[in-house]
């Protein structure tokens, strides 16, 4: 059956103009087919096509988030967790919190959280085991950082997920006292991937009913990419996983189009890599490209810097590189030369040299300019290395709402001069870098408009100023276009999303407020009042408009 209708509004939004204009589209199975004129819409009106009219409400392509952990995101977002410990000043805060928790969830045989910070605690050491023991002694209890590079966990947790102090890694930190102890916190992935299985561990009907509702928080924040970014293996876990979403796209349960990224490190043949995208063929589940990890976070000094730590002068960076370099740049070249896209997680300012150096080399190698390659956060910089992203084709991939979550708190590890070029999304793009915008979910907070927000001021939802550069601000269409047709850019998805043009698939959302009349501060409060993807009204606030 044929599905064709009109939306209009006097603030429409296309991604590609650089403000909103009067506007009358013309939606045809799934599709845009025309921005209609005057005279075309009284046409199609008298053809019947229903129109849905907007009046002043803002209407513009759906969100596209160029970088999120959609499975642990949906998990967050789900009642299983405890989502709230960002909120927390303070270990005792947050063990107070996780087991008010617990005593409400005394149906789980885990307790999982997610969000605590260092950072927000002034300056108070790693936090320990032994808190969370006196006060959950019983259950196993898995606490993700909000930066997703170390986990903290009580004995019960230590012990199922059999955690042992002599463990060896090729990187990571499993923490000890000074009696040879663990202590619970488990530093960077490697560490602490035991762990997160058991935190991920669900039923099959539990992860479908997570990932249901999941796509249902997706829809009405008005978002219609999301990615995941863990560069998980190939192994059969991960099928397993992955699975469950090709079987909810195959029944049409999904409102999203959803781009994963897989393991770079330790491949440089990708056979593992094609027999998954195969696998999982279908209209919205993509295997994009894969991914690594070049550093950790500068919070626990696994941040790679260029020159030592100002409050630890003995080390650039504990442990680092992640991965050693040698093996890194071999596979980048063959994934490149295999016509795969790489993306890479690089906090600090010797990782994104190292990440732009390889990528330099494998440019040069294979001759391909095609591949999209990006470098995920760039939390710091140096000034040399701003202009490379447009000299090399290579995509900064930022999360603008990161800066709220440092809450100052980088000054403190790399000093002032430093600071001159943490986050520097402005710079970047004033020198040519195509930037593309997302959150890191479930990192930070998936609402978009504080993400919009945090790029338009640099300042916390309170207004009050978190970092050492506030010039480094956005303009609001160029905050939406990098949130919409740059991330999809990113994607290799510019030619079915994106903007709002003839021919794109019919994903746009409808905004209770025109975010070019408001203030700042006001977009803060702004909601979806309807979304459409490919053409279907998936989420609409009013029950009179579905």
Known sequence: MENVFIVKSSAVFDGIQEKPYEAAILVRNGKI???????TLEKEMEKGVPVHDYGNKMIMPSFVDAHTHMFTGAISASDYVCDTLGECKSEEECVQMILKFANNHKE????????????????????????LDEAIPDRPVYLQCADSHSMWLNSKALEEAAIRPD???????????????????????????????????????????????????????????????????????TYQRYNIIKEMDERGELNTQVFVYTELFGHTEFEPFFQMKEHFNSNHFHIAGV????????????????????????????????????????????????????????????????????????????????????IEHIENIHPDDIGRFAELDVIPSMQPYHVTLSNGDKILRIGAQRCRYEWPIRSILEKGGKIAIGTDYPVVTLNPFQTIYAALTRCKENGEEVCQNPWETLSLPTVLKAYTANAAWVYHAEEHMGTMEAGKDADFIVLDKNLFEIKPEEILNTRVIANYFEGRLVWSESSKEA
Not at 33 to 39: F, G
Not at 340 to 363: F, N, T
Request: proline share 4%; charged share 30%.
């Open 33 to 39: 087919e025309k921005i209609l004129s005057d005279e």
């Open 108 to 131: 789980l045989k885990r307790i999982r959280g997610t969000g605590w910070f260092v950072g927000n605690w002034n300056d108070a050491p790693l936090p320990s085991k032994k808190s």
């Open 167 to 237: 463990e060896t890694l090729e990187n990571g930190v499993i923490e000890t006292d000074e009696k040879g102890e663990l202590t619970g916190m488990l530093i960077e992935p490697a560490a602490f991937e035991p762990a997160m299985r058991k935190y991920m561990e669900f039923s099959k009907e539990e992860l479908l009913g997570i990932h249901r509702n999941f796509q249902e928080v997706l829809a009405q924040n008005g978002i219609a990419v999301v990615s995941e970014m863990f560069a998980d293996d190939y192994s059969k876990d």
């Open 291 to 374: 991914k690594g990890f070049i550093d950790g976070v500068t919070e626990t000094y696994t941040g790679l810097l260029l020159e030592p730590y100002t409050d630890k002068p003995e080390t650039c960076g504990e442990n680092l590189p992640l991965w050693p370099q040698g093996r890194m740049q071999e596979e980048i070249i063959a994934a490149n030369q295999a016509g795969i896209q790489v993306r890479l997680h690089c906090i600090a300012d010797g990782s994104v040299r190292m990440a732009l150096d390889m990528y330099e080399k494998a440019k040069e190698m294979t001759g391909r300019t095609d591949m999209r390659n990006t």
